[in-house]
C-alpha cells in the first residue's frame, strides 16, 4: 500500500548550467535515509504519487525535475528550449551536483521506466554514492528496446498502432527510429497546429503500450498540452540518439554494481519494456533480485505494482539488504 501523500519541507532551483535551472524538493524525514527518486519519460517530470513509495518516517525523500520538464526551466515546451544540452551526460552531471548541493554522501536510487536506464548509468558510473538500487519496469534503453518500442510492438496493438502511425502519414519509415525522426521533426515545427496534433497522437501511443488493458483514460496530467510536448519533445529527442548510450553497455558493465543490493519490480505483460532486459540485468548483477508482478504491465498505477515497490523501499528502511 502507498504511503500517505505529503508536502517537502524544503526545496529549490538548481542552476545546472547553460541556462538550465532545475527544480529539486525533499519530503520525509531530514534526518532520514537519503533516497533519490529518478522519473520516467525521459520528460514525465516528478509527480506527486512518487513520494508515497517510501515511510516518510525512515526517508528523506530526494526528488527533481530533470531537464525541460516538470517544474525546471527553461521548458522543452517552448520551441526555444535548446535540447541539444538536454542529454544523458548532461542529467547525471545534474544529479551529481544535487548531490552535493543537498551534502548527501550516499543514497538509495529509485528510477522508474526510464529513470530505471538513468539509476543504472549512475550507479555505474558513481558507484560509491549508491547504497541500494530499486528498479521500476526495467529499461536500458538499448536501440532494439526502442525498435520494440516504436514497431515490434504494434501488432498487439493495432488500433493503436494505426492511429500512431497516421500520425506521420506521408513520412517514409521502415522502423522505429525512423517513426521517432518523423515524429522529432512534427514535435519541432514551428506552427502550433501541426506540433501539438504530434505531441497529442504521440503522448496516446505512450499510454497505450504503458496501460493493462489499453483503454482506460490516461491521468489527467497525461492531457495538458504543455506536458504532451514537453515529453513528446524530449523522449524523440533522447531516443533518435540512442540515449547517448552504447549498445548494450548497462548490462556490460553491470559488474560495476557489485556490492550494490537492489530490487527490480517488473510487470509481466509490460508491453512498453519486456521482461527480458530486467530478467539480462538480473543474470549480470547478482545482488539484484528480480521480483515479477503477475498481470501487470508498464504503468505503476497498477496496484500489484505500485505494492511491490513499496515493499521493496520497506526492505531496505528497516536495514535489511544494504552493504
Not at 526517508?59 to 526555444?80: M, N
Not at 498502432?161 to 519509415?173: H, S, T, V
Not at 503522448?203 to 483503454?215: G, K, L, M
Request: hydrophobic residues 40%.
Amino acid at each position: 500500500m502507498l504511503y500517505p501523500d505529503i508536502e517537502p519541507f524544503d526545496h529549490g532551483m538548481l542552476d545546472v548550467g547553460d541556462g538550465n535551472l532545475v527544480y529539486w524538493e525533499m519530503c520525509g524525514n531530514p534526518r532520514g535515509r537519503a533516497a533519490l527518486v529518478l522519473h520516467g519519460g525521459p520528460g514525465s517530470g516528478c509527480g506527486r504519487g512518487l513520494r508515497r513509495y517510501f515511510d516518510p518516517h525512515a526517508y528523506r525523500i530526494v526528488l527533481f525535475d530533470q531537464r525541460g520538464c516538470g517544474r525546471s526551466t527553461p521548458h522543452a515546451s517552448a520551441t526555444t528550449t535548446d535540447l541539444s544540452v538536454n542529454t544523458t551526460g548532461h542529467l547525471l552531471g545534474d544529479i551529481e551536483l544535487l548531490r552535493g548541493h543537498l551534502g548527501i554522501e550516499r543514497w538509495l536510487v529509485l528510477g522508474n521506466s526510464w529513470g530505471s536506464t538513468l539509476g543504472l548509468a549512475y550507479a555505474e558510473r558513481y558507484p560509491a554514492h549508491v547504497d541500494a538500487l530499486v528498479l521500476v519496469a526495467v529499461t536500458t534503453t538499448r536501440p532494439s528496446e526502442i525498435e520494440w518500442l516504436y514497431h515490434d510492438v504494434g501488432p498487439l496493438l493495432p488500433g493503436e498502432w494505426e492511429r500512431f502511425l497516421g500520425g506521420i502519414a506521408g513520412a517514409p519509415w521502415r522502423c522505429g527510429h525512423d517513426v521517432i525522426e518523423a515524429y522529432h521533426r512534427l514535435l519541432l515545427d514551428p506552427d502550433p497546429t501541426v506540433h501539438q496534433q504530434a505531441a497529442r497522437e504521440f503522448s496516446a501511443w505512450e499510454w497505450a503500450v504503458s496501460s493493462i488493458p489499453p483503454t482506460p483514460e490516461p491521468p489527467p496530467g497525461w492531457l495538458v498540452p504543455d506536458f504532451q510536448l514537453a515529453r513528446a519533445r524530449i523522449v524523440t529527442h533522447f531516443f533518435k540518439h540512442d540515449a547517448w548510450l552504447e549498445d548494450g553497455t548497462l548490462l556490460r558493465n553491470a559488474g560495476a554494481l557489485t556490492g550494490i543490493p537492489g530490487v527490480m519490480v517488473h510487470g509481466r505483460l509490460d508491453l512498453g519494456s519486456p521482461l527480458v532486459t530486467a530478467w539480462e540485468l538480473a543474470r549480470a548483477w547478482p545482488e539484484g533480485e528480480l521480483v515479477v508482478v503477475p498481470g501487470a504491465g508498464h504503468a505503476t498505477t497498477d496496484v500489484a505494482m505500485s505494492d511491490a515497490v513499496v515493499s521493496a523501499t520497506d526492505r531496505f528502511a528497516s536495514g535489511a539488504m544494504t552493504r
